[in-house]
């Protein structure tokens, strides 16, 4: 027997399931549009300009250059050319001496892969030098001896496909920083806001909770760090994008900033769990500075979502610094020390983040701590 709604249910995952697909389609479509130019270019480039009858591995270094996610281009794209182009000539040199056969496509692989881990750190590289090597002797061994051909079409691929991407439609580096930003400061807002409800009702477990949800930002750091990498990528070597370097520069700033204010918060959620774990006495007051932490954090994710409006950050994050260290003149306690310290350096780490220097910064929390 059927049970009910089960038709419903499998008619609602599969909206469901087209509505993400789509979304993936349309998301990528700049991707698409590059690949397929630079495959065509790619493929003429060696079959017309260098005179190659079949230049197989052209329009493949081409996609695996652009195969890359955003935060991954340049560098690493280049890397994996350069990968296709070691795993080719290397494959090229050892079936022009040793002939083909299983044996010497064992061995090909094998001394490709070491070629791989002298010259890459990743697995990726080593995996791309090999695979490279191995389709060299299964799919379109050499017929009429040694030669660098191949080579030169997986160096051709991989440099038309980079010029394709800084050239036709280049990713928008200030609208990636700005979406890899906003997690990283929702997070590390709704984190602050955890703590200071776990210091309201004096709850290990809650603190503890706050203490692992911050540990987690990292992730969405790392990301926001990568973009910010890739956006100066982008300024540089884009025409089209130069104009968006200064824009790119101070959100790389903020970046770094940003993520000092994770580590300062990380700390802060141990120093609260440590209080708490002790039944030591945390002032209400300290619940209240980090509630108006989480609001200039909040101001400075729509302020770098918006790219205006930073002045909305200083109010907040001074009055929270101006909060917490009035909390001291009441008490010596060792964690309450510890909580506070966090909470000025978190401060200062937002302000920094909105462009003042370290100097005007520390300044200012100085003044509005008295």
């Given at each position: 027997m059927?049970p009910d709604?089960?038709?419903?249910?499998m008619?609602?995952?599969?909206?469901?399931?087209?509505?993400?697909?789509?979304?993936?389609?349309?998301?990528?479509?700049?991707?698409?549009?590059q690949?397929?130019?630079?495959?065509?270019?790619?493929?003429?480039?060696?079959?017309?300009?260098?005179?190659?009858?079949?230049?197989f591995?052209?329009?493949?270094?081409?996609?695996?250059?652009?195969?890359?996610?955003?935060?991954e281009?340049?560098?690493?794209a280049?890397?994996?050319?350069?990968?296709?182009?070691?795993?080719?000539?290397?494959?090229d040199?050892?079936?022009?001496?040793?002939?083909?056969?299983?044996?010497?496509?064992?061995?090909?692989?094998?001394?490709?892969?070491?070629?791989?881990l002298?010259?890459?750190?990743?697995?990726?590289?080593?995996?791309?030098?090999?695979?490279?090597?191995?389709?060299?002797?299964?799919?379109?061994?050499?017929?009429?001896?040694f030669?660098?051909?191949?080579?030169?079409?997986?160096?051709?691929g991989?440099l038309?496909?980079?010029?394709?991407?800084?050239?036709?439609?280049?990713?928008?580096?200030?609208?990636?920083?700005?979406?890899?930003?906003?997690?990283?400061?929702?997070?590390?807002?709704?984190?602050?806001?955890d703590?200071?409800?776990a210091?309201?009702?004096?709850?290990?477990?809650a603190?503890?909770?706050?203490?692992?949800?911050?540990?987690?930002?990292?992730?969405?750091?790392?990301?926001f760090?990568?973009?910010?990498?890739?956006?100066?990528?982008?300024?540089?070597?884009?025409?089209a994008?130069r104009?968006?370097?200064?824009?790119?520069?101070?959100?790389?700033?903020?970046?770094?900033?940003?993520?000092l204010?994770?580590?300062n918060?990380?700390?802060?959620?141990?120093g609260?769990m440590?209080?708490?774990?002790?039944d030591?006495?945390?002032?209400?007051?300290?619940?209240?500075?980090?509630?108006?932490l989480?609001?200039?954090?909040?101001?400075?994710?729509?302020?770098?979502?918006?790219?205006?409006?930073?002045?909305?950050?200083?109010?907040?994050?001074?009055?929270?610094?101006?909060?917490?260290?009035?909390?001291?003149?009441?008490?010596?306690?060792?964690?309450?020390?510890?909580?506070?310290?966090?909470?000025?350096?978190?401060?200062t780490?937002?302000l920094?983040?909105?462009?003042l220097?370290?100097?005007?910064a520390t300044g200012?929390?100085?003044?509005?701590?008295?």
């Open positions: 059927i709604g089960l038709f419903e249910e008619g609602e995952r599969s909206r469901v399931s087209m509505t993400t697909r789509w979304h993936r389609v349309k998301s990528g479509w700049r991707v698409m549009v690949a397929a130019v630079a495959v065509a270019i790619s493929w003429a480039v060696a079959k017309w300009l260098w005179g190659h009858a079949a230049p591995f052209a329009p493949v270094s081409a996609i695996i250059a652009l195969g890359q996610s955003y935060h281009r340049g560098r690493r280049m890397e994996l050319v350069f990968a296709v182009t070691i795993g080719v000539a290397v494959a040199l050892l079936a022009f001496q040793i002939g083909e056969g299983v044996p010497q496509l064992a061995l090909a692989v094998f001394i490709s892969m070491g070629l791989g002298f010259f890459g750190k990743s697995q990726l590289f080593v995996n791309q030098v090999a695979i490279s090597a191995a389709l060299v002797f299964t799919i379109t061994p050499p017929t009429d001896g030669s660098f051909a191949r080579t030169l079409d997986a160096l051709t991989g038309v496909a980079l010029g394709v991407a800084a050239v036709l439609l280049p990713s928008d580096p200030v609208r990636i920083l700005r979406g890899a930003a906003q997690p990283v400061l929702e997070e590390l807002a709704a984190t602050l806001r703590i200071a409800a210091l309201r009702a004096r709850d290990p477990e603190a503890e909770d706050s203490l692992v949800r911050a540990r987690g930002i990292d992730e969405f750091g790392e990301r760090f990568a973009a910010a990498q890739e956006g100066r990528s982008t300024t540089r070597i884009s025409p994008r104009r968006a370097r200064g824009t790119v520069e101070f959100y790389a700033e903020a970046a770094a900033r940003i993520d204010a994770v580590r918060v990380r700390v802060l959620a141990r609260a440590r209080a708490l774990a002790l030591e006495n945390v002032p209400p007051d300290v619940a209240e500075a980090l509630d108006d989480g609001r200039a954090v909040q101001a400075l994710a729509t302020a770098l979502e918006a790219g205006e409006g930073f002045d909305a950050v200083r109010e907040p994050a001074l009055r929270a610094a101006a909060t917490a260290t009035r909390v001291l003149e009441g008490t010596t306690n060792l964690s309450v020390s510890v909580i506070v310290g966090q909470i000025r350096s978190t401060a780490d937002l920094t983040g909105i462009g220097t370290y100097e005007e200012a929390v100085r003044a509005a701590s008295g």
